[in-house]
């Protein structure tokens, strides 16, 4: 539910770094140079001290003196003030797209700015926890909202602004306490700010959850429209958060950094406190942050008041858990169930990171964590104090050797790596080996309900390069494209050339929202990168992104990933489109049942029937088909208003792995009600349920008669019914005794 913890001071990205006050005060200095170039537009910028400048500039802009309570926020917890930016600019983007006036856009940016302002004020041992808040740490944290109010108050003459971090936290309905309106009478500010907030936290790295897909961030929004949410504004920001984001973000960048008006902004203030260093310093932090991003050994670096300051990739492996949810939280032995060499609990006065910043001597100790499939893993753990000119301990380094004998899944993986057949040109793996390996991938990741991400791109207008400057000059841009794609991979990752300028890169053990972020970082150092082939002219390059998910087939993961890339080139090229719902917390599909299908009331002539519910609405239904269809090259037999008959000629379906096996083709019947949601309904499911809007009966057989008495025919069924939960984001629903369908809104089915 998006008011847990995933909506307040767990939301949000961190950087890896220093200290997040040090780092913002010696940053800001950037942004007086930066300001005398507002007449350029902005361009993409990724090394942490541009985007920390060009954060500073945006800020500065659009908040004037109220700049200096975006930088107390970003000192006092850094990920809650990155989180904050990205709403704000969110909600401008979508202010633009709904017709707000200047005005409008002008409060709205500015309360979605500071609507976590509050929690400057909330004390650093429960901003910082990195586990599950007690009820009174919780109260605590929501208190936030009152102090936000308070401080603003005292600096803004803006009564709007007020309104709208007043009211963010309430609910559409009215069921939380604590506030006097609901409904349309709540600012339409605070509504959305609501929405756009709930989106980024659903949608980020948290310690005790990986980001959600967009999918499922949509479906969790639509199921709590009407009660958490306004249904219109999720409606409209489902529609908005599937344009073109390139265009909307590029509008208010250009609005944020060139609409400076002196009077509303008061200009002569301005953040200097401090200048970017230059020199060889930024050389030895690159070389040392490429370093430790490709140890194969885990690296965290704890600071002297226990903050986890670096959590490198080998980390994130090892543990499961990502650095972006996990920087800037207090270490705990807790956090990787941490056990002695005889599996006993470790607790947090015999911690040995604890005690290095006690004794401050090296040591090293065998121990084991728990890995990110929950299985004990034995470690060579070696911890290094770090201690100043002065004889002060700053903080520990922590090295984790995986010293288990099992042999992981990441290493057999990159065994193959090494031994896979390579693209003659390129040195990447060939159209083969990839096929080999995706096949391999989805069936073990299936089996462990892992995390597993395909990544699709093309070199845009490639044929150009090869018309102006010669074919020798597209074979020198293919490998340097391919060698770019390789230094971003990590173990056990392939990258292979699919075909022509066409190139794919398999992400072992990660989700949608990474897997996005790493396209993000490759699109925009391709876009920046020269190339002598070019006569020192970039290339820019699009993106197609999917997980893995239910029922999947290496062939529809594959389509789906091409249609985002198609997708991504439709919109204008140069952008990452990610595309599927991923594994999330589905249950896995049923085992095979083979003859003894008749205990769950099957019959050979209708092998399977369920009814799915829903909470997003019929036409996003819709259009989530339309996805599955075309994924699976199914054809359209029958349609009419809210019954679709699809026939899947079985060449790809689900247990076809092996050339004798002969192809099943299914007949799938989809009945759709769109159920209508009334008041009462949409209440109870807040309280018990999650909210159906709409249900889908559906039957799946086989198209021949005589395939009606194969064994694994039902097993076959189940896992077509599986992926087509998956594409809907829907759940099986079973409506009360003598409920109908047009009912439906007023029952509820149990979530999962």
């Not at 800037?328 to 006993?344: G, M, Q, Y």
């Not at 390129?426 to 597993?452: G, I, K, Y």
């Not at 096996?661 to 769109?674: A, G, N, Q, T």
């Not at 069924?717 to 079973?734: D, H, I, M, N």
């Amino acid at each position: 539910m998006p008011t847990e913890p995933s909506s307040f001071e767990r939301a949000g990205a961190s950087r890896p770094g220093s200290d997040p006050a040090r780092t913002a005060e010696s940053r800001l200095g950037a942004v007086s140079s930066l300001i005398d170039k507002l007449d350029t537009a902005p361009t993409p910028l990724h090394d942490s001290s541009d985007i920390l400048a060009f954060e500073n500039q945006l800020v500065q802009v659009r908040l004037g003196i109220g700049s200096s309570l975006f930088a107390a926020l970003r000192a006092k917890h850094a990920p809650t003030a990155a989180h904050s930016l990205r709403v704000a600019l969110n909600c401008s983007a979508w202010g633009a797209a709904l017709g707000q006036t200047e005005k409008d856009r002008d409060e709205l940016e500015i309360a979605a700015l500071l609507h976590d302002i509050g929690k400057v004020g909330v004390p650093d041992h429960i901003l910082l926890k990195p586990t599950k808040l007690s009820p009174e740490e919780f109260l605590c944290v929501e208190r936030h909202r009152q102090i936000g109010c308070d401080i603003l108050r005292a600096c803004t003459a803006s009564g709007e602004v007020l309104r709208i971090v007043k009211y963010a936290g309430a609910w559409f309905d009215g069921a939380r306490d604590g506030y006097d309106l609901r409904s349309e009478q709540l600012p339409i500010g605070a509504r959305m700010v609501a929405i756009a907030d709930a989106f980024d936290a659903m949608t980020s790295d948290q310690v005790y959850r990986r980001a959600m897909s967009r999918e499922r961030a949509l479906a969790e929004l639509f199921e709590f429209a009407g009660t958490q949410f306004d249904p219109r504004l999720v409606q409209e920001f489902c529609g908005f958060i599937s344009a073109d984001q390139v265009k909307l973000q590029s509008v208010v960048c250009r609005r944020w950094l060139k609409q400076l008006q002196p009077d509303a902004t008061a200009s002569q203030w301005r953040l200097t406190t401090g200048t970017l260093s230059t020199g060889s310093g930024l050389s030895d932090s690159l070389f040392s942050q490429k370093l430790l991003e490709g140890m194969p050994d885990a690296v965290i670096f704890v600071d002297s008041s226990l903050r986890i300051m670096h959590w490198n990739r080998a980390a994130e492996r090892l543990t499961g858990i990502p650095s972006s949810s996990i920087e800037h939280k207090h270490w705990s032995p807790t956090l990787v169930a941490l056990r002695d060499d005889r599996s006993r609990s470790i607790s947090d006065d015999e911690c040995p990171v604890t005690q290095a910043l006690r004794g401050g001597g090296q040591s090293q100790r065998r121990l084991s964590v728990t890995g990110r499939g929950g299985q004990q893993v034995d470690v060579d753990a070696h911890l290094l104090p770090i201690h100043g000119k002065n004889g002060v301990t700053h903080g520990v380094a922590v090295l984790l050797h995986d010293a288990s004998s099992q042999v992981t899944l990441e290493q057999r993986v990159h065994s193959l790596h090494e031994k896979a057949t390579r693209d003659p040109l390129t040195q990447v793996a060939n159209r083969a080996e990839f096929d080999r390996f995706h096949t391999s991938a989805v069936q073990s990741h299936l089996e462990r309900r892992l995390p597993f991400s395909l990544i699709m791109c093309d070199i845009d207008h490639f044929k150009r390069i090869n018309d102006t400057f010669g074919h020798q000059a597209g074979d020198e841009v293919l490998i340097s494209f391919a060698s770019l794609l390789r230094r971003h991979c990590r173990a056990g990752d392939l990258v292979a050339r699919y075909g022509g300028e066409e190139f794919v890169l398999l992400c072992v053990d990660c989700d949608n929202a990474t897997a996005t972020r790493r396209a993000e970082e490759i699109r925009a150092e391709v876009s920046e990168f020269p190339l002598p082939a070019l006569e020192g002219k970039s290339i820019t390059s699009s993106f197609g992104v999917t997980e893995l998910q239910s029922g999947d087939t290496p062939e529809t993961m594959l389509r789906r990933a091409d249609r985002a890339l198609y997708q991504a080139k439709e919109n204008g090229r140069n952008m990452v489109v990610q595309l599927g719902s991923g594994i999330g917390g589905e249950e896995a599909p049923a085992k095979p049942t083979g003859w003894f299908a008749w205990l769950r009331g099957e019959t050979p002539d209708q092998v399977l029937q369920r009814t799915l519910g829903t909470s997003m609405p019929f036409n996003v239904v819709v259009e989530k088909m339309r996805g599955f269809v075309a994924d699976h090259h199914a054809q359209i037999d029958a349609i009419d208003d809210n019954h679709v008959a699809l026939k899947i000629d079985g060449q790809n379906s689900p247990l076809t792995r092996r050339d004798s096996d002969r192809p099943v083709p299914f007949v799938i019947e989809l009945k759709f009600d769109d159920t209508r949601v009334t008041p009462a309904a949409a209440a109870a499911a807040a309280a018990a349920a999650r909210l159906v809007r709409t249900v889908i009966h559906v039957t799946i057989r086989p198209q021949r008669s005589r395939d009606r008495r194969r064994r694994d025919v039902l097993d076959r069924a189940q896992r077509l019914l599986a992926s087509l939960k998956s594409y809907l984001v829907a759940q099986e629903y079973k409506a009360e005794a003598g409920e109908g369908a047009a009912a439906a809104a007023e029952g509820s089915a149990p979530r999962s």
